[in-house]
């Protein structure tokens, strides 16, 4: 099994590229570190604070923040962070070539009850001969990611990552290290398990409802098969699902707030899950349109998010544009 830096070598990474990807495993180790002693080192239940999102921040949540963003800003080749946690960019270093966006702790609803988590991560290089630091930096279209990744903390802490060229999966050991163990991930095209939350489902468009519904007719419906329903309320969890064994995964618009495209981020969520997805065969849509051609104007922006194998997300596409010109 190879070393994570050996293997990227070996690919012929950007040297730089490869320093900055093992910076960011620094940081997740001491996360998987935290989680995995849970209430033994204290750091479940929720904090005082809520973050730009409105949202009660756990504990995790605060302290996996801060790691990240100690040890990114730490290295001189990182010129800033942005986080789902925090308001605005946090600026470091003015020669650095880079920038890194991330949700710390992806689904963290879930840590009380020790189900699966994970930090997403997306990184950019700033464009040449820009000297201001500024959100605009970062407000780059998917399409513009050097890499993108996730570390999923499960019974076993798994990166699953792309530099543009495939995705592969990589296990820490106990020996700090992590190892090679699934090169080349590829999503098979067809699929019979989609993840929606169903509680929501009244609010849902017209095409997205007519789609679920056909799936959960099965084999007496339209689609003429069965379909098997999952849901773990952790965007890591159910990606590492998709790269896998496939799959559809969706947060479609809703009208409760109908202002806003979506409730996943485009920076934190959308684009580096796009990027890993596409880059494994499958495919990423807002439901009208590819998530990585999206230009964004804002640093917390939301989006729309269904990606998976293929063929069915081409399926549910035709839901919804044939709802459009109905």
Same mark, same amino acid.
């Given at each position: 099994?190879?070393?994570?830096?050996?293997?990227?070598?070996?690919?012929?990474?950007?040297?730089?590229?490869?320093?900055?990807?093992?910076?960011?495993?620094?940081?997740?180790?001491?996360?998987?570190?935290?989680?995995?002693?849970? /209430?033994?080192?204290? %750091?479940?239940?929720?904090?005082?604070?809520?973050?730009?999102?409105? /949202? &009660?921040?756990?504990?995790?949540?605060?302290?996996?923040?801060?790691?990240?963003?100690? !040890?990114?800003?730490?290295? $001189?080749?990182?010129?800033?962070?942005?986080?789902?946690?925090?308001?605005?960019?946090?600026?470091?270093?003015?020669? *650095?070539?880079?920038? !890194?966006?991330?949700?710390?702790?992806?689904?963290?609803?879930?840590?009380?009850?020790?189900?699966? %988590?994970? &930090?997403?991560?997306?990184?950019?290089?700033?464009?040449? *001969?820009?000297?201001?630091? @500024?959100?605009?930096?970062?407000?780059?279209? *998917?399409?513009?990611?050097?890499?993108?990744?996730?570390?999923?903390?499960?019974? @076993?802490?798994?990166?699953?990552?792309?530099?543009?060229?495939?995705?592969?999966?990589?296990?820490?050991?106990?020996?700090?290290? +992590?190892?090679?163990?699934?090169?080349?991930?590829?999503?098979?095209?067809?699929?019979?398990? +989609?993840?929606?939350?169903?509680?929501?489902?009244?609010?849902?468009?017209?095409?997205?409802?007519? =789609?679920?519904?056909?799936?959960?007719?099965?084999? /007496?419906?339209?689609?003429?098969?069965?379909?098997?329903?999952?849901?773990?309320?952790?965007?890591?969890?159910?990606?590492?699902?998709?790269?896998?064994?496939?799959?559809?995964?969706? =947060?479609?618009?809703?009208?409760?707030?109908?202002?806003?495209?979506?409730?996943?981020?485009?920076? =934190?969520?959308?684009?580096?899950?796009?990027?890993?997805?596409?880059?494994?065969? *499958?495919? @990423?849509?807002?439901? =009208?349109?590819?998530?990585?051609?999206?230009? $964004?104007?804002?640093?917390?922006?939301?989006?729309?998010?269904?990606?998976? @194998?293929?063929?069915?997300?081409?399926?549910?596409?035709?839901?919804?544009?044939?709802?459009?010109?109905?």
């Amino acid at each position: 099994m190879q070393l994570l830096s050996n293997f990227l070598k070996h690919k012929k990474i950007d040297s730089e590229l490869i320093e900055l990807i093992d910076t960011l495993m620094l940081a997740c180790k001491e996360i998987a570190l935290q989680l995995r002693e849970g /209430e033994l080192a204290g %750091v479940l239940g929720v904090s005082d604070n809520t973050n730009i999102q409105g /949202e &009660t921040q756990k504990k995790l949540d605060i302290i996996a923040n801060e790691v990240l963003k100690k !040890v990114l800003l730490d290295n $001189p080749i990182v010129r800033g962070v942005a986080s789902e946690e925090e308001d605005f960019p946090v600026f470091g270093n003015s020669d *650095g070539r880079f920038l !890194v966006t991330f949700d710390p702790l992806d689904g963290s609803s879930n840590i009380d009850i020790n189900v699966s %988590v994970g &930090t997403i991560f997306s990184i950019l290089e700033v464009p040449a *001969g820009v000297h201001e630091n @500024s959100v605009d930096l970062f407000l780059q279209p *998917g399409v513009q990611q050097l890499a993108a990744g996730y570390v999923l903390y499960g019974p @076993s802490a798994v990166l699953s990552l792309t530099t543009g060229d495939g995705v592969n999966m990589f296990t820490l050991a106990h020996t700090g290290d +992590f190892l090679l163990t699934h090169e080349d991930v590829t999503i098979p095209a067809d699929t019979s398990e +989609f993840a929606i939350n169903m509680s929501n489902q009244r609010f849902w468009e017209p095409g997205m409802r007519n =789609y679920i519904d056909d799936l959960l007719a099965g084999s /007496e419906g339209s689609r003429g098969r069965n379909f098997n329903m999952r849901w773990v309320a952790s965007m890591v969890a159910e990606v590492h699902r998709i790269l896998t064994r496939g799959g559809i995964f969706t =947060y479609p618009w809703d009208s409760r707030e109908p202002q806003k495209p979506g409730k996943l981020r485009l920076m =934190y969520e959308g684009n580096p899950m796009s990027m890993l997805i596409e880059q494994a065969g *499958g495919k @990423s849509s807002t439901c =009208y349109s590819r998530i990585m051609e999206i230009q $964004p104007d804002a640093i917390h922006q939301r989006v729309s998010v269904a990606l998976g @194998s293929r063929n069915e997300v081409d399926t549910l596409l035709e839901y919804h544009q044939a709802n459009k010109n109905d």
